[in-house]
């Protein structure tokens, strides 16, 4: 079964918003960090930003401005809100869990921007 859950990509044009959403249980967000991880076509996985279960965020150099990760506690859900989306943003988005769980992986939602 679904342990992670995300929601929220589809088509934008360059300049454009759209924001993620990654649904968890309670016991899997409280005790790990969470983070978006995108895959384009062609080219690796890689770290696009990561909240900590104390709140400390990290981002990968080609979105800080950009995006903004957040956890929203009572939901059990964490979010990315992506702002001047580019071409090269496009991709498969990943939702993770890292911590007491190892690591879970989303089964991902795809961002596409164009024009």
């Known amino acids: 079964q679904e342990q992670l859950v995300e929601s929220g990509g589809g088509l934008v044009q360059p300049g454009g918003s759209l924001r993620l959403s990654c649904a968890a249980s309670?016991?899997?967000?409280?005790?790990?960090?969470m983070g978006w991880y995108r895959q384009a076509p062609g080219k690796q996985r890689e770290l696009v930003a990561i909240?900590?279960?104390?709140?400390?965020?990290n981002y990968a150099d080609f979105v800080k401005g950009r995006f903004t990760i957040s956890r929203d506690n009572a939901k059990s859900a964490v979010s990315l809100e992506m702002n001047s989306l580019k071409v090269e943003d496009t991709g498969v988005y990943y939702c993770?869990?890292?911590?007491?769980?190892?690591?879970?992986w989303g089964q991902g939602t795809q961002v596409t921007v164009s024009s």
């Open positions: 309670a016991s899997i967000f409280s005790n790990n960090a």
């Open positions: 993770s869990a890292a911590g007491s769980v190892g690591i879970l």
């Open positions: 909240i900590t279960n104390f709140g400390t965020t």
